[in-house]
């Protein structure tokens, strides 16, 4: 049979502890504390704090105690984080758009500061003065298409795509459409 | 036989002939979470709020403050539930995340030193606590001793350094494994065997001079 000392027996008593030995090492241990004194004082040490330890741990607590603040405080982390990227959100489009306003800016501004430079290189064309003839009838009405300004609610003209339902725009004639025009 | 009687069977589910949250493992809870179904968290919460609570109140000492970084555990699991690999343990995971939030309060503790009330107190409690406010069917010497033995091996658990009673806390009063205490304190097996080997000498050359 396996045989242990005293310092053999503290090296082994992790594992024997967590059960992570043999049979043949495992009895090896119980011969070794029967026989001796100090290691099954130790054994004892061990086993008492670790019981005292267990005996002390926390009760368990009815489920609201923990929930409701838990609750409140994940609400108020995300309402925090989602603030948090809201604002770097808001200030990164302050930027952009500070940007795009430089850059249009300076578009702008792009004839003006060229005027002085190349002013004397634009080519200058004198067109001809245009002649418009005096109209012999005058100008067609044009027929009202759609919405036309009304006086009171009854005069509403719906447009066409309410009046004639939705299968008239999503029908096969979309000819249709032209003749959708106002009667009037 | 077999078959489950139609009782057991409608204790076993809900009214949706979903089976109940309590009777799940730990990953299905998370995965019915995952799938929309809120109470899951609730389920996670009611399973791990007494193990946390012992765990970093061991490992901090001090039980206000562990109440803290319980509740930001909780918040950080909840965030972050969608990460979680679910080929591993959901409890190693969130231990994981209680030692990390422990470990560094014990960092800034050390960076600010600073005498805790509630230590303080702790003390005056043990030592100026009328005899007679206790339960008069004990023999006082039975319950001074009792609480002196107490009061000692909770020292003897502040003792240790850090890294020793961590695995102390997790391998004697969580029960887990040596692979387990290996991920969640992110070191090698070899060295959490070792660490426990010297906890617990530690411990027993701490409380031996209390015990017979």
Redesign the interface.
């Known amino acids: 049979m396996l045989e242990l000392n005293c310092r053999r027996f503290f090296e082994t008593y992790s594992d024997y502890r967590d059960g992570g030995l043999g049979i043949a090492a495992q009895t090896a241990v119980h011969a070794h504390m029967a026989s001796c004194e100090a290691c099954r004082r130790y054994d004892r040490v061990i086993r008492t704090g670790v019981s005292v330890l267990r005996a002390e741990e926390a009760p368990a607590r009815r489920r609201n105690v923990r929930l409701i603040p838990l609750r409140n405080r994940a609400w108020a982390t995300e309402r925090r984080e989602s603030m948090a990227l809201g604002s770097a959100g808001s200030g990164i489009a302050t930027l952009g758009m500070a940007l795009v306003a430089v850059v249009l800016g300076s578009f702008a501004w792009l004839p003006l500061v060229g005027a002085g430079t190349s002013a004397a290189a634009t080519p200058e064309f004198e067109m001809a003065p245009v002649v418009a003839a005096a109209p012999e009838s005058p100008v067609p009405a044009r027929p009202a298409v759609g919405l036309r300004p009304t006086r009171s609610t009854d005069d509403v003209i719906w447009p066409p795509l309410l009046v004639h339902g939705s299968s008239w725009f999503t029908g096969p004639n979309t000819q249709g459409l032209a003749a959708e025009v106002d009667p009037d | 036989m077999g078959h489950t009687s139609p009782i057991l069977a409608d204790r076993r589910t809900t009214s949706q002939g979903r089976t109940r949250l309590a009777e799940l493992e730990d990953n299905q809870v998370v995965q019915r979470f995952l799938d929309g179904e809120q109470r899951a968290f609730?389920e996670l919460?009611?399973r791990y709020?007494?193990r946390l609570?012992?765990f970093v109140?061991?490992t901090i000492g001090d039980?206000e403050r562990a109440e803290d970084l319980i509740?930001e555990t909780?918040?950080r699991v909840?965030?972050h539930i969608h990460r979680f690999d679910q080929t591993r343990k959901f409890s190693t995971w969130i231990y994981t995340i209680a030692g990390n939030l422990a470990k560094n309060e014990l960092r800034n503790r050390s960076r600010n030193p600073l005498v805790l009330f509630q230590s303080l107190m702790k003390n005056w409690e043990a030592d100026f606590r009328p005899l007679e406010w206790e339960d008069p069917k004990t023999r006082p010497d039975d319950l001074y001793r009792k609480r002196f033995?107490?009061q000692k091996?909770?020292e003897?658990?502040s003792l240790l350094s850090e890294h020793h009673r961590v695995v102390f806390v997790l391998?004697?009063?969580h029960g887990k494994t040596?692979e387990e205490i290996a991920e969640i304190t992110d070191c090698t097996l070899g060295t959490v065997?070792s660490r426990?080997?010297r906890a617990?000498?530690r411990?027993?050359r701490i409380?031996?001079p209390m015990?017979k």
């Open positions: 609730n919460v009611y709020d007494k609570q012992n109140y061991r039980r509740q909780f918040v909840y965030r033995l107490r091996v909770d003897a658990v391998r004697e009063l040596y065997k426990l080997n617990r000498n411990f027993a409380i031996a015990i």
